[in-house]
């Protein structure tokens, strides 16, 4: 049980960086894994990153690795999205997902709850 919003979308020039937050509702934070997802217009939803419920471990899709960075505060319930080195293609509305479960997965079927979305447009 756990409620997410997420902010920090916007506009943004290519080559220019942008923060997305997670907020999430819970008392159990920690036992979450935490993911961003991106569903970009006429496009399904697709793997952005995913952090484990320590965040110790992470892992992102090979479209944005070594320019996004995934991670999280548990003492304040927020996950987040670095956003560097922005392209077009990275244009879509992100959205925070989590599932109560130890193990790391890239399926959005495997995550129970989501945020409302952000947008993130990026401007040549």
């Known amino acids: 049980q756990v409620q997410l919003v997420e902010s920090g979308g916007g506009l943004v020039q290519a080559g220019g960086s942008l923060r997305l937050s997670c907020a999430a509702s819970t008392r159990t934070f920690t036992m979450f894994v935490m993911a961003w997802f991106r569903q970009a217009p006429g496009k399904e939803r697709e793997f952005v990153a995913v952090?484990?419920?320590?965040?110790?471990?992470?892992s992102y899709a090979d479209s944005v690795k070594g320019r996004f960075t995934i991670s999280r505060d548990n003492a304040k319930n927020t996950v987040y999205l670095q956003m560097n080195s922005l392209i077009l293609e990275d244009t879509a509305v992100y959205y925070c997902?989590?599932?109560?479960?130890?193990?790391?997965?890239?399926?959005?079927?495997?995550?129970?709850?989501w945020g409302q979305g952000t947008q993130v447009t990026v401007s040549s």
């Open positions: 997902a989590a599932r109560s479960s130890q193990v790391v997965t890239r399926s959005s079927a495997t995550y129970d709850f």
């Open positions: 952090i484990s419920r320590s965040g110790g471990s992470t």
